[in-house]
């Protein structure tokens, strides 16, 4: 039997369409092509997703096989309520942060400096392609390239940064501050001021 899937419905050669949350339940009970089709649903997007946060390739690999198996393990706690998709993007999201707390990567300060938010918007961002901003994303330090990626990315609010973090609401807007004007200053030495 062989899935192509999509979060509405699992598609097979020889068998009717089956809805979503019945291949998670095959999955649950243990049917390994329905997981792989789970499996190849997620790869790509939360492996980009890892990548983002741990930086590199090596660290990349581990957290994407670490989150893949809290998937695998957590599935039957998923209830259908809201996308699948963010649903396991949170617990991507859940595994790299834990990685980088508990490796003791993630290294905050709080700023004391003056920081003119409005002079740290991105310009330019636009004209980058996805690779190249990864590039210049990776090359931020760990504290600044979580909240870039759980702000900016996961679209995730200061207070709530603050309470998976662990830290005050103004370290986060304070880092996230920090973060853009790095990102822009790197985007105007690669790449050039796009104007």
């Not at 419905?9 to 092509?33: H, L």
């Not at 997620?42 to 990548?51: H, P, R, T, W």
């Not at 893949?68 to 859940?94: M, Q």
């Not at 994303?137 to 600044?144: F, M, T, V």
Request: glycine share 6%; hydrophobic share 40%.
């Amino acid at each position: 039997m062989t899935f192509m899937l999509s979060e509405k419905k699992i598609f097979s050669r020889s068998n009717p369409v089956y809805p979503f949350q019945v291949i998670v339940t095959m999955a649950v009970d243990g049917d390994e092509k329905a997981f792989k089709a789970i499996y190849d649903m997620l790869s790509g997007k939360m492996y980009s997703l890892c990548l983002r946060y741990a930086g590199n390739r090596n660290d990349a690999d581990d957290l994407f096989q670490e989150g893949i198996i809290r998937v695998y393990k957590n599935l039957s706690g998923f209830k259908g309520i809201g996308p699948f998709e963010a649903w396991a993007r949170r617990i991507f999201v859940n595994t790299c942060i834990d990685y980088l707390k508990n490796k003791q990567k993630l290294v905050f300060s709080e700023l004391t400096d003056a920081i003119d938010i409005g002079s740290s918007e991105l310009t330019g961002i636009t004209k980058l392609t996805q690779a190249d901003l990864l590039k210049i994303i990776q090359r931020l330090p760990n504290g600044y390239r979580t909240i870039v990626n759980l702000y900016l990315v996961e679209e995730y609010n200061h207070k709530e940064i603050a309470e998976m973090l662990g830290i005050s609401e103004g370290t986060s807007k304070s880092q996230l501050s920090r973060a853009r004007i790095i990102l822009q200053k790197s985007i105007l030495e690669s790449y050039g001021r796009y104007q």
